[in-house]
Each structure stands twice: as structure tokens, then as C-alpha cells.
């Protein structure tokens, strides 16, 4: 806390032209301008494989399981994306909400903290669908895939990345990708990077960050009676 408020402030103000300059002397009211020097804010590296539980009062279950991999700019990372859509489509939203039940899941790569998660919500299940995050690995590695799988997940990826959003959405995002050197540039280094990805890609990081069981992170949230009917081992058990 100290770290950050200590820090010389940086402000975004959208809105109108013909309003900046009343906006730019009431914001200059509320908040003096100071000469506070800029230090940077980082967090120590956090690779340490975690198994929690949450207990806690709730009738369904929330499961998620996550691997170490990239940030957002190694080469890896777009195939990760890509990744996420494939095993999503493919198997996980099968096995999850229409044959397990659970109102929602999927697998995606986060770039942000450098981590692949699997995913479900308000779940009947727990260690079933734990299997299935690592099933759906299985799945994807001994089953061949056509194009069109590969091309259905890309265009999700561009579509993501082409959404439109408000004027003010898209001042605020431009300005979160400057101030983490993500702009223009960066922005087409990933999309020719998911446009270029193949299949074979796809195999090669599937086999490289998600099938070292030593190195993935679980954690559930669930009630007391559904842990008890479970035979999960290993977990650090929190009560909340």
C-alpha cells in the first residue's frame, strides 16, 4: 500500500473536448500535482506447486487447476490461447456443463500471470471434473484434429481481439497497453502470431507446460459434507 500510494500518480481523464480544460483544473483541485519519484512494483516469482480446499457454505462446487507457462509476449503464448479454445470446444464443454452439469467451465490461457487454468462453476461435481481437466489433455494429444478445429479457435481469438467497445472502453485499454509497453506494435506481433499457428504448434506446447503433473497448482471451493464424500488427498483445507 505504501509502495503504491508514495508513487507519482498517473491519471486518464476521457470525456469531451469542450470539457477538458473545466475537468483538468477540478482534477488538479482534487489531486496536486507532486514530484514523488516512480519505482517500479513487482511481486516475487511464485512457481510452488499449491492444493487448497475452501470450505465453505455452498451446495455446488468450484474447481480450477492451473500449469506455469508464458507472459503474453513469448512466442508461446498465442498457441496457449488458441489452446484454450480448442480444449474448450472441443471437450470440456461436453464433459462439464452438458454431461456433468456444471452451469460453466472451460480451459484459457492467461497471460497476465503466466498460467493455463482449467475452470468450473457452480458445480455438482469435484473430482470427476478434476479428471476431466486432465482427460481433455489426453483427449487432445491422442486424437487427431482437423483444420477446422484449429480455424474455429483462431477466429475466436481474432474476435476477441476485434470486439468493439466504447470510446471510453477503448481510451482506458489504450492506456493499460501503454503503460505495460503493449501498443500497436505488440498488438500485431500476437495477432500474426495466432494467425500463423498450426496444429503441430498446438501439440508442442500441449506437451511442454500441461502434462507435468509436478507442476500444476489445484484448488476447490466446496461445503464440508461434499468434501467428506470425496477421497481427494494432499490438499491444504481452509474454512471460510
Do not use: M
Not at 505495460?180 to 504448434?201: M, P
Amino acid at each position: 500500500h505504501d509502495i503504491v500510494t508514495q508513487n507519482k500518480k498517473q491519471f486518464l481523464l476521457v470525456g469531451e473536448e469542450p470539457n477538458f480544460t473545466s475537468q483538468q483544473q477540478l482534477l488538479s483541485t482534487l489531486w496536486p500535482s507532486d514530484n514523488a519519484p516512480t519505482s517500479t512494483f513487482t511481486l516475487p516469482q511464485c512457481r510452488e506447486q499449491v492444493k487448497q480446499c475452501w470450505i465453505t457454505n455452498t451446495q455446488v462446487n468450484f474447481c480450477a487447476k492451473a500449469y506455469p507457462t508464458v507472459p503474453s509476449d513469448h512466442p508461446d503464448a498465442a498457441p496457449l490461447v488458441i489452446l484454450g479454445g480448442v480444449l474448450r470446444n472441443g471437450y470440456l464443454h461436453r464433459s462439464i456443463r452438458e454431461q456433468g452439469g456444471a452451469y460453466g467451465g472451460g480451459a484459457s490461457q492467461e497471460s497476465n500471470i503466466a498460467a493455463f487454468r482449467f475452470y468450473s462453476y457452480r458445480d455438482p461435481r469435484l473430482s470427476d471434473t478434476l479428471t476431466d481437466f486432465d482427460l481433455a489433455v489426453q483427449w487432445f494429444l491422442d486424437n487427431d484434429h482437423s483444420g477446422d478445429v484449429l480455424e474455429e479457435a483462431i477466429l475466436g481469438v481474432i474476435g476477441a481481439l476485434d470486439k468493439p467497445s466504447s470510446p471510453a472502453g477503448e481510451a482506458k485499454q489504450a492506456f493499460q497497453n501503454r503503460l505495460f509497453n503493449r501498443g500497436d506494435e505488440f498488438q500485431n506481433r500476437f495477432r500474426q502470431r495466432v494467425l500463423s499457428t498450426t496444429l503441430d504448434d498446438l501439440t508442442r506446447v500441449t506437451k511442454a507446460y500441461l502434462t507435468d503433473a509436478s507442476t500444476c497448482s489445484t484448488a476447490v471451493i466446496t461445503s464440508q459434507q461434499n468434501w467428506d464424500n470425496e477421497e481427494l488427498e494432499g490438499f491444504t483445507i481452509q474454512t471460510v
